[in-house]
Structure formats: C-alpha cells, structure tokens
C-alpha cells in the first residue's frame, strides 16, 4: 500500500498541475482513463466462446443455484438495476444481512480484483463465494454439481462449452461459464463517446465536472477503465467518516493480508454506473451520490467541495452510465427426479 | 359447486362412451379441450396496447414493488423456471413461507379465476394480492405508488399507457399493466399443433396418453382451453388423500365461500407447462408427476391406474410444454432521493 499511497499523492499534484495548463480537456482525460473495449475483453485462462457464454447467463439467472431456490447471481446483481440490487446490504438465506453492499456486476472484469476488499482475483473466483457464503446462497459445491448433473440439458451445455474434458461439470467450470458470460456485461456511456472523439457527448457541467474530479485528486484512485476497481487505497486517508459510514468492526482489506498498513483499505470503487447503483460505500451508508462525494472529497482529500462543484462532479459522474447489451432472459432447463430439493432451512 | 359435480360425473361416463368409440382422437379432444389463440387475449376492462405492455414487463421484474426490496412478481413466477418458483411454497419477506404452492403465471390469463381458490376474479385483481401479503412482498398500495411516483421514468410509462388519465400512477392502473404483460405470456406447445392437425406433433405414447387422460375422467375437471382452471372440484372426491398432501387446516374454496359444500375445493389445476413446474398440487408436497398423476387417479376418479398408463398420461403431460415468447429483461427507471427506502423489518 506504501506504493499506491505514494501515487495517490504523487498523483494529485501532478494532475492538478497538468490539467491546469490543458488545453485539451479530452487529452488530459486520456492520459488518466480509458475508453471501454469495443469487444468482450479476454480472461485469464478462460477462452470465451458462445457457448460458454450462454451457459453462465443460464447460470447467473438459475436460483436453483442457491440452497434454498430463492436467489441467483442476478437477485444480487441484477441486471434490471444497474448490475445490483440497490439495498445497503443484501437480503440473503434464513433473510440475513450480508456484510457489504453489493458491487455492481457490470464492467467488473475490468476490476483489477473482486470484492471490496479485492481478495477473489478474478470473477471466476469471485462467483465461487457467494454461492457457497451461509448468509447468501448457503449452498455447497457438491450440491451445485449434483443439481447441474441432473439436468441433462445443463450437462449438454457444459459439454459444449468445454469440448475437451471427459467431466467437464464441475465447481471450476460453473465459475469459468459465470465469468465469461459476466464479461459480456459492459456498459459503453456518453464517457466512453467522449474519450473517443466526440466532444459533445459531455455536457458543459459534465465537462467541468470531469476537469474538477481530475483536479481535486478523485482521478488519483478513481481511473483507467473502470474509473476505480483498480488499486487499493485506505477510507478515510485525510478524515476518517463517522463509524455509521466507515464502521469500526470492518477493517477491509486487512483481514486479507493481515498487515496494518492495510487496515481500513478498500478497493477503490468503480464508478461506471454509479449514479444508478446507490446506496454507496462497502456499508451502503449514504443513498444520495452528491453526499458520497462531499464525504469522499474530505475523508480522501482534505477538500470542502462546493454545492456547484459537487453538483459538477455528480453531472460528470451520470455520464459514466452506460448502456447495457440486450439480455434475452433465458429458459432454464426443467429439474428432475434427481434434482436435489431446495431447502430454506439455517443451519 | 353442485352444478360442477353433476358435471364431473355425467361428463366423465359421457366422455368415456365418446372416444370409446371415437375414430378420431383429434376430433374428440377439440370436444374437450381448445387451442391457444394464436394472438394476445383480450382481457375485460383493460385494453392491450404494447406501451400497457411494456410498462407491465418493467413493474413484473421490478423487486423495489416489495418492501424489502427483494422479491419481484417474478421471483416467485419466474419466467426462467416455468413460470413458478419450483418450491413447495414459496419463500417472501422475512423468509416467511406462502401458505400455497404458486401456480405458474404462463397463460393464467386463460384461468377462470385466479389463485388455487378463485378469489381473485382476474389477473389484476390477483396482482394486487402478493404485493400486500405479509407474508410475500409485504408492501402497502400506498408505498408501491409513491415509489413509481418517485421515479420521471415510471411516471412517463404510465401516462403513455393510460393517455386518457390525468393522474395515472396508481395501485390500480399498477395492477392494470401486470395483467397486460401475463396475458401475453402464452406458451403454444406441441399440443396445440395436434389440436390444429398437425396428427404427427405427438407421439404414440402421447396420443395413447391423451385417450387415456380423456378416457379415464381425468379431461372432465382438466379440459378447455388451459386444461384446467376453468371450474372448481373438491379434492378427494372419491378418497381423500393424506393429510401430507391434502392438510386439514387449508379448506381451499371454503374459505372465499363459506358455504360447506366447498370444504377442500380448489380449482382444478390448469395443466399447461405441468411437467416442468413440479411440485404438485396447491400443498407443493408432491414433486414426481407420476405420482400426481395416480394420487389424482385415486382420489378424484377412484382408478387405479397402472405403471404404463400413468406413464402415458405423464407423456401427454409433457405434449403441454409450450414456448415462452422470447422475454428481453427490462431495464429499470433508477431511483431517486424520493424513493421510499427499502425495508426488511418484519412487523
């Protein structure tokens, strides 16, 4: 973290010098962000193919995935609603709270890790957690397997999407499928015009909001693709917020590597979509997008932002909401006598 | 209900002594049954139009109609799994359990009336019903419109659907739309391509299924358009079943009537898409078809029917799988700070 401190401070200065000569608002912002790929991104180990991907939406969207049948990847990262599900922390098995708000799902390949605290290195194994998590989906791996085997159409489509293993229905696969089609999910957003040439895709408040969110610093974390979700950066670096925002009891990124400098480190947010995917921060505190930025702009800054300029920040961060691709919601197929049964039951 | 029993009971001898002698079995079952309409049905007091329709879809998957946030009507209709949530009873707020099995919205709208006991005498009257429950989506009219209200989005869809009002946004125009977009969710299958002479859509087994099924008595209470739904019968009329599947406390119709003679009467299951939205009957505790296809033998018609006979009617079942129009997941109107925030408390 040492490093990515010293960037962050490094940073803010340099990007408050160069854009304050800029002549060009869109080649300061090149040299911090960047547009989205105008193709599915590759991942690690993980060939995407058509059929790969049409399996793990079939995956993402089957609640059967879940112990109880109630809940599917989508329940929490809904697709309808900007990728998630628009409470503080999820509703999850036996109604239990889980202990973080759900990131969005959309252009989180691009994350340079997944959770808050980024401990999955990639979606694949991202999509392993909360499947088996006890206040989520509370099922087991064995369980997933054996209801997937007894479908037979799931078991043909497993065989199509991994053509050259004999048993190709597995825990690893299940995730691989969910990771391939999870990086179909990218959301190209008047930002993306802009980066790309076309200067009036931004308004002029959106304009001086994107000039201000490089200017004040935010950009020091908050860049590249995904505008975050790239490095790791402590909450409450200037000014800690009060403990309803940051509570004392979630440490972040520490109870990962278990090393002080880590303590209340999180992963800085991707902010694709944020303005569709309130409530913010890792505890889904704060519901009004303005706010998070004003807190954002003490606690990481030292910066008491105006009304205009937060209002400037938050008109830049609607242009990061994009447009997702068309999803055909599936048919999934029919269980059988061998599926094993659902069951709601705590334990 | 006395009229229905004389029904039943005249029809099934009367049913028996036709395809007894039928040459025709298409002819005899255009007698009994109906196919679909090969266009959306027209529904009372609710013109179909596509903005009606597309409003419906949105408010269909939105989990914010639910107090928790959670549960959508599609949660427990899932238009993935058949149109019901493959559950004994359904799962809903506060991780409370439905009293009944729901039954699959997939051409509900053809039903007589809708829920097990006919209580609501339609789809919208019946879409009113889960979002108030407390033990479902536990929400309050009041709440679903200031949420809708909350939102420019939502506003303009209901006033593009009801041009002629002034103030559309309402719980009742709410329910108006959600019928609109079931009635188009019709599922020609197999069967109705038989119906429509096409001789070759089913199999032997079918065919032999279907004679059976109409032979048997079983067409008596399961017939018209929905193959059942249209009429309500007492369950166990000849021998009631076991209190596992057939529990006391619930007396079905009796309840919405209260008149005696409809102590354990339900309506008569509408059977389309059956094979694939176990488990069976209004108490979900029966999950292998063939099972219910005896359990219904032995106490509805007093037949015991052999192995190959309730495999047979099992195969004609399975003719009653129809095609979900193709469903492209709505993008929801985002929230905004008026947006009544979601609750999970339980009261």
Same mark, same amino acid.
């Given at each position: 973290?040492?490093?990515?401190?010293? &960037?962050?401070?490094?940073?803010?200065?340099?990007?408050?010098?160069?854009?304050?000569?800029?002549?060009?608002?869109?080649?300061?912002? /090149? =040299?911090?962000?960047?547009?989205?790929?105008?193709?599915?991104?590759?991942?690690?180990?993980?060939?995407?193919?058509?059929?790969?991907?049409? #399996?793990?939406?079939?995956?993402?969207?089957?609640?059967?995935?879940? $112990?109880?049948?109630?809940?599917? *990847?989508?329940?929490?990262?809904? #697709?309808?609603?900007?990728?998630?599900?628009? #409470?503080?922390?999820?509703?999850?098995?036996?109604?239990?709270?889980?202990?973080?708000?759900?990131?969005?799902?959309?252009?989180?390949?691009?994350? =340079?890790?997944?959770?808050?605290?980024?401990?999955?290195?990639? /979606?694949?194994?991202? $999509?392993?957690?909360?499947?088996?998590?006890?206040?989520?989906?509370?099922?087991?791996?064995?369980?997933?397997?054996?209801?997937?085997?007894?479908?037979?159409?799931?078991?043909?489509?497993?065989?199509?999407? &991994?053509?050259?293993?004999?048993?190709?229905?597995?825990? %690893?696969?299940?995730?691989?499928?969910?990771?391939?089609?999870?990086?179909?999910?990218?959301?190209?957003?008047?930002?993306?015009?802009?980066?790309?040439?076309?200067?009036?895709?931004?308004?002029?408040?959106?304009?001086?909001?994107?000039? /201000?969110?490089?200017?004040?610093?935010?950009?020091? *974390?908050?860049?590249?693709?995904?505008?975050?979700?790239?490095?790791?950066?402590?909450?409450?670096?200037?000014?800690?917020?009060?403990?309803?925002?940051?509570?004392?009891?979630?440490?972040?990124?520490?109870?990962?590597? =278990?090393?002080?400098?880590?303590?209340?480190?999180?992963?800085? $947010?991707? #902010?694709?979509?944020?303005?569709?995917?309130?409530?913010?921060?890792?505890?889904?505190? !704060?519901?009004?997008?303005?706010?998070?930025?004003?807190?954002?702009?003490?606690?990481?800054?030292?910066? %008491?932002?105006?009304?205009? =300029?937060?209002?400037?920040? !938050?008109?830049?961060?609607?242009?990061?909401?994009?447009?997702?691709?068309?999803?055909?919601?599936?048919?999934?197929?029919?269980?059988?006598?061998?599926?094993?049964?659902?069951?709601?039951?705590?334990?």
């Amino acid at each position: 973290m040492t490093l990515a401190r010293a &960037f962050l401070l490094s940073s803010v200065a340099a990007l408050t010098a160069s854009t304050a000569f800029a002549s060009d608002l869109r080649d300061t912002a /090149l =040299e911090v962000f960047a547009p989205l790929p105008s193709t599915v991104p590759a991942v690690n180990d993980n060939p995407i193919t058509p059929a790969k991907i049409d #399996l793990g939406k079939a995956l993402f969207f089957d609640p059967r995935m879940s $112990a109880s049948g109630v809940f599917s *990847c989508n329940s929490c990262h809904n #697709l309808a609603t900007g990728g998630d599900d628009n #409470l503080e922390t999820s509703i999850g098995h036996g109604w239990q709270k889980g202990p973080r708000n759900a990131p969005t799902v959309l252009n989180s390949v691009f994350n =340079e890790a997944q959770f808050w605290d980024g401990r999955a290195a990639d /979606l694949a194994e991202q $999509a392993k957690g909360p499947v088996q998590a006890g206040v989520e989906m509370a099922n087991t791996p064995d369980n997933v397997v054996a209801t997937l085997n007894s479908m037979p159409q799931y078991v043909e489509w497993f065989h199509a999407s &991994f053509p050259d293993q004999a048993d190709p229905v597995s825990f %690893d696969n299940f995730a691989k499928a969910i990771e391939a089609y999870e990086a179909t999910l990218t959301t190209p957003a008047p930002f993306d015009s802009f980066l790309n040439g076309d200067e009036d895709a931004l308004s002029a408040d959106q304009k001086a909001g994107l000039e /201000l969110f490089m200017d004040k610093g935010c950009a020091a *974390c908050h860049n590249g693709v995904n505008v975050g979700g790239h490095d790791y950066y402590p909450f409450g670096l200037i000014e800690k917020p009060g403990a309803e925002v940051l509570p004392v009891g979630d440490r972040g990124r520490f109870a990962v590597t =278990e090393t002080a400098d880590d303590d209340y480190v999180f992963r800085a $947010a991707p #902010l694709r979509n944020t303005a569709i995917t309130a409530p913010y921060f890792h505890s889904g505190k !704060v519901w009004d997008l303005k706010v998070a930025v004003q807190i954002m702009g003490e606690s990481q800054l030292g910066e %008491d932002l105006s009304d205009s =300029e937060a209002d400037q920040i !938050v008109a830049f961060l609607g242009s990061l909401t994009g447009t997702i691709p068309p999803v055909v919601y599936p048919v999934l197929p029919a269980e059988t006598a061998a599926t094993p049964r659902p069951t709601g039951e705590i334990k």
